[in-house]
């Protein structure tokens, strides 16, 4: 078992993380193992208690809309589960009890700080995260404090398993490890966040492929075989109806080619890159021999 804190610091003070690594992976890094494994929950749901104790008015809607807009990543499975108020204050104790709530943190400079125990495996069993109440805090965007909703979001990142950054050119994301008083942008996913969080819970949904078929001319061709192919191997097969329309369905994301045939006209080779989760439309346009 091994634990480890993420903590949200103010500019120019820097707090070591200890017992953690992390993999950059395009826009975003995922925490790992000292053996380089990633850390993940089992499942894709986690529910966490909230404690809103010596926290500003509305602390407890903000906290809930931090989870909600994770939980609306619709490329991610993932859900945060509200599991109502509570008066615990387990914050660090491996309990197997998720807690959120406001507090002390001993550290200088930290804003908010997520601990989470995870197994040599990788898989995660606890987080309990803390606002620090040396700081202070509003919910409505107040220039001159830090914003419940705005930290909430980036600490529940933490709880994803996604890493600090703090590369200038990260700024813009939820993710960036400093934090200021009066900042509400962290509240907004940026792209590489949500890919983050598709990257390590990603949707079970299939993707599609449609589209019609016509020669130059620009008629429609109906009864054109039509295979689809990923590397050297035939996923599936099908034929346009009377409008020309065809479709593959329940595929996974990847490269793949379409190849058609139909009497009279050249056979067709057509390439696709498909994405999880995602409806592509195509053209098909056929030469006559």
């Known amino acids: 078992m091994t634990k480890t804190r993420w903590n949200y610091i103010i500019p120019f003070i820097i707090i070591i993380a200890l017992n953690l690594c992390g993999l950059k992976i395009y826009g975003f890094e995922v925490s790992t193992t000292n053996k380089g494994k990633e850390i993940k929950w089992k499942k894709d749901t986690v529910t966490y208690l909230i404690n809103t104790t010596d926290g500003p008015s509305g602390s407890l809607d903000a906290i809930l809309a931090a989870m909600q807009t994770w939980t609306d990543v619709d490329t991610s ?15 660090g104790e491996p309990d197997g ?40 805090w509003s919910t409505d965007g107040s220039s001159d404090k830090f914003d419940v909703q705005n930290i909430g979001t980036h600490e529940l990142g933490h709880s994803l398993s996604l890493a600090d950054l703090y590369s200038n ?15 509400t942008s962290q509240r907004t996913l940026h792209q590489d966040d949500m890919d983050g969080i598709t990257y390590l819970y990603p949707s079970t949904k299939n993707s599609n492929i449609s589209g019609t078929i016509i020669d130059i001319e620009g008629t429609l061709l109906e009864k054109v075989k039509l295979r689809l192919k990923k590397g050297s191997k035939t996923k599936k097969k099908t034929k346009s109806d009377e409008n020309g329309y065809f479709e593959f369905t329940n595929l996974k994301g990847g490269s793949y080619k379409i190849i058609a045939r139909r009497s009279g006209y050249k056979k067709s080779k057509t390439a696709v890159e498909l994405g999880e989760a995602e409806e592509k439309e195509i053209e098909i346009i056929m030469d006559e021999k």
């Open 97 to 136: 009890i998720n807690i959120i709530d406001f507090g002390t943190i001993k550290e200088e400079g930290v804003l908010g700080q997520n601990s989470f125990w995870f197994y040599t495996s990788g898989e995660m069993f606890d987080s309990d995260i803390r606002f620090n109440t040396k700081n202070t």
């Open 169 to 183: 050119s990260d700024s813009e994301k939820t993710m960036y490890g400093y934090g200021f008083a009066g900042d």
């Open 77 to 91: 499975t993932f859900v945060f589960i509200d599991g109502g108020t509570t008066s615990k204050k387990n914050h």
